[in-house]
């Protein structure tokens, strides 16, 4: 997904849910902050905006999946979709993700996921999908092992959690 498409998407998903404020959790979140990833290998399989909406109800949830979801027109003509996030997904979200949102350029009240923190996020879940963008994002520079570390520290995990972020991050980081 390209910068652009992410714009788009949000536009489309702000006039049809009028939300007051968006934020992007998934890797498309990346976009805020390094728009220059979506002409790179590392994103060019994200075709889905993972988007929480504020205000949000189930009827509208299930309106906007319907209208730009995966199985929508919208994605067979444009090729990316949203994917309409549950509120109760901050939960596993590093603690103080919130003050770390960065700002999508040309919007008002629409944010993104702080790399880092996406990135903790990332290698809690570990999936080789997940680990590769994190492998990816550590590669170029874009987020550093010392302030991975500390966010995945700073996160209530559970003990198996714990085991699969520690070791998922220890193959991520050795050499």
């Given amino acids: ?13 702000r006039a049809l849910g009028q939300s007051r404020k968006v934020t992007v959790l ?11 990833l979506g002409d790179q290998e590392l994103l060019e399989n ?11 109800n189930k009827e509208i949830a299930g309106y906007l999946a319907e209208a730009v979801g995966q199985g929508s027109l919208f994605r ?10 549950h509120p109760t997904i901050v939960e596993s979200l590093p603690p103080g993700w919130e003050s770390r949102l960065v700002a999508v350029n040309g919007f008002e009240n629409v944010f993104a996921l702080d790399p880092c923190d996406l990135a903790a996020v990332k290698v809690v879940v ?11 994002l ?18 209530p995990l559970g003990e198996k959690e714990m085991f699969r972020a520690g070791r998922n991050l220890h193959d991520l980081t050795e050499v």
């Fill in 76 to 85: 067979a003509e444009h090729g990316y979709h949203a994917d309409i996030l």
């Fill in 1 to 13: 997904m390209r910068l652009p498409a992410l714009k788009h998407l949000v536009e489309s998903v």
């Fill in 46 to 56: 994200t075709y889905d905006g993972d988007l929480l909406l504020d205000p949000i």
């Fill in 138 to 155: 550590l590669g170029l520079g874009k987020i550093s092992a010392d302030q991975l570390r500390k966010r995945l520290h700073a996160m």
């Fill in 26 to 36: 998934g890797s498309a979140s990346l976009l805020a902050s390094f728009p220059e």
């Fill in 126 to 136: 570990g999936r080789e999908k997940d680990l590769a963008l994190v492998r990816g």
